[in-house]
């Protein structure tokens, strides 16, 4: 069992369509992410929160729009996306943002998002 | 900026055999090593790191690591392969500082264990 909690575990969606993915942790992490994976690659990073507040975005274009409603919950919303954003999208959190490189990151078991 | 090299996107070993699985990293000053092994339709889980304690990093299920200053690298080995072990894995690397630092993943290896 992971302690990183995802929701929808997969997820059909139009290219139209508006949705979220949600995340949660209850280990008292202040730092939280959002990966994307394609199939046989490594994770790459999108954004990261530190403290709830956005600290870093990896370029990424903005049909998605992360939000960080306290500190255990973590979303993605979606809107108007491509074929090519076909992923896993994995949630992770690591203990105290401020604290360097050391800590881990917990994982959660990501969504899987097919764009038709 | 760091970097780490997994030799082997593919690996196949004998059930009963040892796992080795090669990671080497590029920086300046040793940095933080990690090991995460990611099952089919999971995220990812840790399964060792470095951080500059003991050169030798024991795991969870039976896996180790052992860091070589002078061959930059971080190893990761299990005596004996179970079929539960087949799934991918990633060595990561993160800078020795302070403050927020990310994450770099290798390009990972997957590991077949053939019974």
């Known amino acids: 069992d992971t302690e990183v909690t995802q929701t929808p575990k997969h997820l059909v969606m139009g290219m139209t369509n508006k949705k979220s993915l949600k995340c949660e942790q209850h280990m008292g992490h202040r730092a939280m992410y959002w990966y994307k994976q394609k199939a046989k690659k490594p994770p790459e990073l999108m954004f990261v929160y530190s403290y709830e507040k956005l600290s870093i975005n990896e370029s990424v274009p903005s049909r998605f729009s992360p939000e960080c409603p306290n500190s255990s919950l973590l979303n993605l919303h979606l809107h108007a996306l491509q074929p090519e954003d076909s992923a896993l999208y994995l949630c992770?959190?690591?203990?105290?943002?401020?604290?360097?490189?050391?800590?881990?990151?917990?994982f959660g078991d990501g969504t899987r998002l097919s764009i038709l | 900026a760091q970097s780490v090299t997994q030799l082997g996107s593919h690996v196949s070993v004998s059930e009963g055999a040892l796992v080795l699985l090669r990671c080497n990293y590029s920086s300046s000053v040793p940095p933080y090593l990690f090991w995460y092994v990611q099952y089919p339709n999971q995220g990812l889980q840790l399964l060792l790191k470095y951080t500059s304690a003991a050169t030798l990093v024991k795991g969870i299920n039976g896996f180790e690591a052992e860091f070589k200053k002078s061959e930059t690298s971080f190893h990761l080995t299990k005596p004996s392969a179970h079929m539960s072990d087949a799934a991918e894995y990633f060595c990561a690397v993160t800078p020795n500082s302070g403050g927020y630092q990310k994450v770099t993943f290798g390009i990972g290896t997957k590991l077949q264990v053939i019974p």
């Open positions: 992770a959190s690591s203990q105290d943002p401020g604290q360097g490189g050391h800590q881990p990151q917990h």
